[in-house]
């Protein structure tokens, strides 16, 4: 049966696995998992991504094939890391992956070079992570030379392609899906306030290329800094851009709130449009200048079992991005059964039509690497959201 190894630079222990195979993604009951052991920091980092000498500490194993998951288990991100790693290894127990086995490398204590050479070495041949996408850009090459394909946790589609695939959130796939929703409901004309942050760069382009893609009109993009006075002089300067049928909110709820009345002095008053950030935000119905508003994002429902069952194994609920690692493993698994032991990964098994399920719901990765995924939108409510646009089955 699949195990999971503990890694942390040198580190090893074997997880045993309690659970029966599932042949779907149904989330089922499990005996609680051992504590795993601190990281020692043992390993300096390694400045340049040397190539690593052919030097393991795992045992050999020749009926599975080996799969790092790259994370932070240290530092600041420790516990985002964990969480991650924890549903990467639930799946394993969820699904029985007997054709692989996990390792997990601390990406904090010697940094991701290290890391990553200590992984190829040991004969992983896939490589699930990094989180950070400077830690990708550090890994990448790394794992090019070995021709180990990387599925990263990162959203920054800037570090693509070329062996790397990006499964994390996109922001400009779920503003391009809120904008054709709003097309369908007969906007044409739309305004857009982003922070003045990278994010918000990213933002505006999407913004740019969704309502011209969708046939729609763009009246104005507005930038704003991070104080409340900020926020309303940036609305103040789109209203007098002229109307919008349709404004996009490009940041958390929080940052943009004070925004919210200048643009709705606006006649007739625009629909508000969000980003999937707004999907982790509780109580969002609270503020009534928010409801109504629309915004996309993966869809919870399967995503609720696995919280319910990831609480149920470790005593505290999963950070929102630990479906990652869940997702990452449900598909190393379903590849592995193509993938002989000893051999290169199979990276053209990554880029089937119909791509795969997950907690997260439907997902495939583009001629880019990019995670192409089918995302709800939601309206704000005053209890909360509803789903006023499901998210499509599948890309078939």
Do not use: H
Request: net charge positive.
């Amino acid at each position: 049966m699949a195990s999971l190894s503990y890694r942390p630079q040198g580190v090893v222990s074997l997880l045993k696995l309690a659970c029966l195979a599932l042949m779907s993604v149904a989330i089922t009951g499990c005996v609680p998992r051992q504590r795993a052991p601190q990281p020692r920091l043992e390993v300096q980092p390694v400045l340049q991504p040397e190539r690593p000498a052919v030097n393991t500490r795992l045992p050999a194993d020749e009926t599975r094939n080996r799969v790092a998951v790259l994370v932070p288990l240290t530092g600041r991100d420790a516990a985002l890391g964990r969480s991650i790693l924890n549903a990467a290894n639930l799946a394993l127990l969820d699904m029985g992956g007997e054709r692989i086995r996990i390792t997990a490398y601390d990406t904090a204590a010697g940094g991701a070079v290290a890391a990553a050479n200590e992984a190829i070495a040991e004969g992983n041949g896939l490589i699930l992570g990094p989180l950070l996408a400077e830690d990708v850009r550090l890994v990448a090459p790394i794992a090019r030379e070995n021709d180990v394909p990387v599925i990263a946790f990162s959203n920054d589609v800037s570090v693509a392609g070329n062996g790397v695939y990006v499964m994390g959130f996109n922001p400009g796939q779920a503003i391009e899906r809120v904008i054709g929703y709003a097309r369908s409901r007969g906007a044409n004309s739309f305004g857009a306030l982003v922070p003045t942050n990278v994010y918000g760069e990213r933002a505006a382009r999407a913004m740019t290329r969704a309502v011209e893609g969708a046939g729609g009109r763009l009246t104005g993009i507005q930038t704003f800094d991070a104080s409340a006075a900020g926020a309303r002089a940036a609305a103040t300067r789109l209203n007098a851009q002229g109307v919008a049928d349709a404004v996009l909110l490009a940041d958390v709820p929080r940052a943009i709130l004070p925004a919210v009345p200048v643009v709705r002095q606006s006649s007739p008053q625009p629909r508000l449009l969000a980003t999937e950030r707004w999907a982790t935000e509780t109580n969002i119905g609270a503020n009534v200048g928010l409801r109504g508003a629309w915004f996309a994002a993966p869809s919870d429902t399967l995503y609720n079992q696995f919280r319910t069952r990831y609480r149920a194994r470790y005593t505290s609920a999963p950070y929102r991005l630990a479906s990652l690692g869940y997702d990452s493993v449900l598909l190393a698994v379903r590849v592995a059964s193509d993938w002989p032991v000893g051999r290169n990964f199979p990276v053209r098994a990554l880029r089937e039509a119909e791509g795969f399920s997950g907690v997260d719901g439907a997902f495939r990765f583009g001629r880019d690497g990019v995670a192409d995924r089918a995302l709800e939108v939601r309206e704000v409510t005053a209890t909360g959201t509803n789903v006023v646009s499901p998210a499509p089955t599948g890309f078939n």
